[in-house]
């Protein structure tokens, strides 16, 4: 087997690919009693646990998951889930083996909260993922447009994909939700479609619409074909609120490697406690575990993540976000706000014209809602 970090998809990567340009750590001075950065292999870190790494890593040996420290040098770049790192050391993941991480890769993608809309203290909520799903119910929980606007945003500004997923079509039609993204080139997965559809696309957002059980059922099947299709080769993050229906994706779509794989590695006990993100590897469509090393297919858990604070996201950005509004922007005069009332804010134009659909103007009262919460959103401050 070749050594993992070699052999990754280049689908993922542009020419910021980590390959292509040596680290910076890389080339540090090297000690003589150190193993040479040289000879770390390369692993995805699936959780942090209080200092501690869960790597994931693959070599002549097999694949395994490994517990790591940072190296001291590393002490002040915060390490993630989904990172690659360069570990050396003890890489035998027998109980009690520690390695060390001594460098981290360039990232293709940061996926970042704030606390809250009026701080603007970074956190990262998982590195280069390329896919968010935001999974919504359509009932049970009432799906809220507020929770998937942020997480729209979230995605956009990180440059990833977002697919939304609607869960529990069989206790209400989706369609009214839907609409609201009519003018949005947004992919959608529901159960009871065979395929993903997108909201531009009206014909194929249509429900079967069949009147369900008030309660709780299984995960649709469709559902979670056509997830497990969608989702293979990439790395995924999986966000929503709680009760729509994650847990049961996740443990349908990782099989028995989520109960008996590394989950416990952490934390020694059956269930992931810590509220840390956690990369879960998919077995690819042939059932066997499709990651080797740091390449194939990942679905990150955000157990602790219950919204996207966007106090990190600029002004013009959020509404760049909201692509059935932003082409307004180029009319709004400079330092403009967007805040209701604002003089000369092209977006009120914008909506009443037509522009953005019959539901131009919820989306614009929910783009402001957005703005409103921010510690800039006082006129003037910027
Ligand atoms: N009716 C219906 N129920 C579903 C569907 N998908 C999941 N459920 C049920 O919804 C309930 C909640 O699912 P969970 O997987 O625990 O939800 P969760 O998002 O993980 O929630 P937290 O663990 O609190 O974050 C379970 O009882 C599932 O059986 C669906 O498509 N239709
Ligand atoms: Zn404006």
Redesign the pocket.
Known sequence: MSRPGRDFDPRRWDESDVRARPSKKGSRPRTKDRPTHGEAVVGRVVTVDRGRYTVHIGDEDGTRDITAMRAKELRRNPVVTGDLVGVVGDLSGREGSLARIVRIEDRSTVLRRSADDSDAYERVVVANVDILVI?V?AA?PEPRTGFIDRALVAAYDAGIEPILCI?????RDPADLLSHYRHLDLEVLT?GAAEPARTGDAESAKMDGTD??D??????AG?LATLRTRLEGHISVLV??????????LNALAGTRRATGHVNAVTGRGRHTSSSALAIPLPDSSGTDGTDGTDGSWLVDT?GIRSFGLGLVDRDRVVEAFEDLAPALADCPRGCLHAAGEPGCALDAWVAAGHAGASGPERLASLRRLLDGRSDAAAGER
Do not use: Y
């Open positions: 999974m119910a049970n869960t529990k079509t069989d206790l159960s369900g059980p309660g709780d059922a299984d995960l649709d559902l929503g609120p709680s009760g729509v229906g994650k847990s049961t994706l157990p």
